[in-house]
C-alpha cells in the first residue's frame, strides 16, 4: 500500500499559466507536493440556500468568491491513496485547522476571498470536506492562525453573511488605494464593497451593519518635496492607520508581490509623471506607522515590488523609473563617448560624440543625442551630481556640453540645450559647487547655435567669465596682432625650415579633419626654404597653439605687412570663415589664407608676396 501526502495551496487562481495552474478537458488543475493532481473550481457570488428548511430558494452572496480544491481519489485496485496532509497559503501552512480532527479524513478544501481581493491576498473563511463542511475563520490580521466558525450545517446565506460581517468588522482597517483618485477626493477603501472604485467629494462617513470603515482622502503633495517634472498625491485614512490589500488603477487591481496587510500604514505617496496623471504611477511611497517609509515600483509581472532606494533617493527613483516605462533620460554629461541610457546596460538610447565645430582652444566639447528616447527637461547629471535647468519648457533634441581642459573636476560650465529647428538655449553654472544653471547674461550667445559663423569668440569670453568665477586657470587662444604675428601650427611646431611661418587654421565643421575640396586636408607647399602646415588634417586638435614671436627671428617689417594684413584681420572678422595669419622677416612676410565657407566647405589660399 502507498500512501500520498497531499498539501493543498488554497492562493491559487483559476488563471491558466498563473503559479503552475493548467487547463485540462475544460477543467483547471495544479500539481499538489506529491506530484499529483489537485482540481480547482472557482465560484464568484455563489448562490447559497436562503435558510436551512428543506426549501431549494438560493440567493447570491455578493462581493465574495469561493474556490474548490479537490484531492485525487484513491485507487485502491493498485493500494494508491491520497490524504489531505496540509493547507498552505503560498507556501506557508495554516495553523488551528485541524482541531475538528484530523485534515486527512477531508477530501476537498473550500476557501472564501473578497471578490476585490484580485491575488488572493488576504483568505477569510475555509470549509473543510465536501457536504459536510467545517467551516474556520481567520483568526488575526498578523498571522497564519485559524478558529472553529459557528456555522451550521446546512451553512446557509445568513449564516455566512453573519461570520463575514464579523470579520469585515475585526479588519475595518484594510483598504484598497484608488490610484485614479485625484486630489481633493474621498472614497471608503474596504474591499468588501465597490465604494473605493468611485471617490467623491462628500464621503463624510463609511459604515455597514454598525461597522465604521475606514475613509480615505487624497490631497496633492505641495511644499517642494516633489521633484520638478513630477506630481505626488497622498492618499491619508481616517482613523490615522490602515492596512492595505492592494491598489486600483483604470479599472483593474494591482497587487503587491509580496502581502504588506500585515503592515499599519500612516498614509501612501503615489508619484506620477507631468502630465501623464491618467498613466500609472511611477513609485510608492509607504508611510509605516512606526515612522518608517517603503518605495515600491512597478515590476515586469505588473506587481508592486520593493525598491532597494530609500526616500532620500526619491528623485533618483522617479527619474529611473520615467527612463525606463517613458523613455525620458537624464542626460549625464559625464559620459564622453558611446551610448548610454537609464544607467543600465541594456538601454543605450543617448549617442556622444565630440564637438569640434567652434570649439576654443583649451576647451572641449561633447554633444549628446537622444535615438528613440527624450531628454529630462528639468535635471541633468554629471560627475554624480544633479543639476536643475531654470525657465526650460518643450523638447530637447540635443545637449552640447563644454569643459575647460584644465579643469581637475571635469565639470561642465556652458551648456547649448538644442530645441530642434534653429531653437536652443544657452545655459552656464551659476556658482562653483553649486548644481544649478542660469540662462541669463549671456546676450552674445541666445540668438545663436554652436554652429553659428563667428560664434567662437563669444562662446570663448562666457567660458572665460565662467572659468575666471570658479578659479579656472584654462588655456585660451591668442589674439591675432596687425602689427607682427608670431608663427603657429597646428601640430605645435612654432618654426619651420627656411624660417617660413605656416597657417593654423579652425574648422568650421564638427570633427573635420580634412580642410580641402579634395579631401587632402593639406595646404599647398610654400617657396622654397618655406614650411607647410604640419597638423592639418591630421590629429583630433586642429586648434591653433600660442604664438612665439622668438621663433621667426624678429619682429616683422611693419611698412610691408600693414596693409594687406589688416585686409586679412576685416575678413577674419567677416562671417565667410576663420582665419589666422603670420608674417616672417626672411622674405617680408607671407600671408596665408584659409577659409571654411559653409555649406560646401570651399577652401582657398591667397598667396601674396609683399
Not at 467629494?201 to 475606514?214: A, D, K, L, P, Q
Not at 521633484?227 to 494591482?254: A, C, E, Q, V
Not at 544649478?436 to 567669465?465: A, C, G, M, Y
Request: glycine content about 10%; some cysteine.
Amino acid at each position: 500500500m502507498v500512501t500520498w501526502n497531499v498539501h493543498v495551496d488554497i492562493s491559487k487562481d483559476t488563471i491558466k499559466g498563473k503559479n503552475g495552474v493548467y487547463k485540462s478537458w475544460g477543467t483547471y488543475k495544479y500539481k499538489g507536493s506529491c506530484g499529483c493532481t489537485i482540481t480547482l473550481r472557482k465560484e464568484v457570488e455563489p448562490s447559497v440556500k436562503a435558510d436551512a428548511d428543506r426549501n431549494e430558494e438560493k440567493e447570491k452572496l455578493e462581493n465574495y468568491k469561493f474556490y474548490y480544491h479537490t484531492i485525487p481519489e484513491n485507487w485502491e485496485g493498485w493500494s494508491i491513496y491520497y490524504q489531505l496532509k496540509r493547507v498552505e497559503h503560498n507556501g506557508v501552512a495554516q495553523t488551528g485547522l485541524d482541531g475538528m480532527g484530523s485534515l486527512s479524513t477531508y477530501r476537498e478544501v473550500c476557501v472564501i476571498y473578497w471578490l476585490n481581493d484580485y491575488a488572493n491576498i488576504f483568505p477569510l473563511m475555509i470549509g473543510l470536506g465536501a457536504g459536510h463542511v467545517t467551516h474556520y475563520k481567520r483568526k488575526n490580521g498578523t498571522t497564519n492562525e485559524w478558529e472553529k466558525a459557528s456555522i451550521a450545517h446546512p451553512a446557509t446565506l445568513s449564516e455566512y453573511q453573519r461570520v463575514l460581517s464579523e470579520l469585515n468588522t475585526k479588519f475595518n482597517d484594510v483598504v484598497i488605494v484608488n490610484l485614479n483618485a485625484d486630489k481633493d477626493k474621498k472614497y471608503c477603501g474596504h474591499p468588501s464593497f465597490n465604494c473605493f472604485k468611485s471617490p467623491t467629494e462628500s464621503s463624510s462617513s463609511c459604515s455597514h451593519n454598525g461597522t465604521t470603515f475606514v475613509i480615505v482622502t487624497v490631497s496633492e503633495i505641495t511644499g517642494g518635496t516633489v521633484p520638478n517634472g513630477f506630481k505626488g498625491f497622498k492618499h491619508s485614512p481616517s482613523g490615522n492607520k490602515m492596512r492595505l490589500l492592494g491598489t486600483y488603477h483604470g479599472n483593474s487591481m494591482i497587487s503587491f508581490k509580496e502581502s504588506v496587510i500585515s503592515t499599519e500604514y500612516d498614509y501612501v505617496n503615489a508619484y506620477y509623471t507631468s502630465g501623464s496623471r491618467g498613466d500609472k504611477p511611477l513609485l510608492l511611497e509607504l508611510q509605516e506607522h512606526q515612522g518608517t517609509s517603503k518605495l515600491y515600483t512597478l515590476g515586469n509581472k505588473g506587481e508592486w515590488v520593493p525598491s532597494n532606494l530609500s526616500k532620500n533617493d526619491l528623485t533618483k527613483v522617479l527619474d529611473q523609473e520615467n527612463c525606463l516605462r517613458n523613455n525620458i533620460v537624464v542626460a549625464d554629461l559625464s559620459n564622453k563617448r558611446g551610448r548610454y541610457c537609464c544607467g543600465m546596460s541594456r538601454h543605450r538610447k543617448i549617442q556622444v560624440e565630440q564637438h569640434r565645430n567652434n570649439v576654443p582652444a583649451g576647451y572641449t566639447s561633447y554633444l549628446h543625442l537622444p535615438n528613440g528616447a527624450s531628454f529630462n527637461i528639468h535635471r541633468f547629471k554629471s560627475v554624480d551630481h544633479t543639476h536643475t535647468f531654470t525657465n526650460f519648457y518643450g523638447q530637447i533634441t540635443g545637449i552640447y556640453a563644454y569643459f575647460c581642459n584644465k579643469d581637475g573636476k571635469h565639470r561642465p560650465i556652458l551648456l547649448y540645450v538644442n530645441k530642434g529647428s534653429g531653437n536652443g538655449k544657452w545655459f552656464k553654472r551659476t556658482s562653483e559647487g553649486g548644481n544649478n544653471w542660469t540662462d541669463q547674461e549671456l546676450s552674445s550667445l541666445k540668438t545663436h547655435t554652436p554652429s553659428f559663423p563667428n560664434i567662437k569668440q563669444h562662446i570663448e569670453e562666457e567660458l572665460k567669465k565662467v572659468c575666471k568665477e570658479f578659479g579656472i586657470v584654462c588655456e585660451h587662444s591668442p589674439l591675432t596682432s596687425p602689427s607682427g604675428a608670431g608663427s603657429g601650427s597646428s601640430s605645435g611646431s612654432g618654426s619651420s625650415a627656411g624660417g617660413l611661418g605656416s597657417a593654423s587654421v579652425s574648422p568650421q565643421q564638427a570633427g573635420a579633419g580634412n580642410t580641402s575640396d579634395s579631401g587632402s586636408g593639406s595646404v599647398p607647399a610654400a617657396k622654397p626654404g618655406g614650411g607647410a602646415d604640419e597638423g592639418l588634417g591630421g590629429g583630433d586638435n586642429l586648434e591653433p597653439k600660442e604664438d612665439n614671436p622668438e621663433s621667426i627671428g624678429g619682429p616683422p617689417k611693419e611698412h610691408n605687412a600693414g596693409g594687406f594684413i589688416q585686409k586679412a584681420l576685416t575678413f577674419i572678422t567677416s562671417k565667410d570663415g576663420i582665419i589666422t595669419a603670420s608674417v616672417t622677416s626672411g622674405m617680408c612676410g607671407l600671408i596665408a589664407v584659409v577659409a571654411w565657407k559653409l555649406p560646401n566647405i570651399m577652401s582657398f589660399l591667397i598667396t601674396k608676396a609683399l
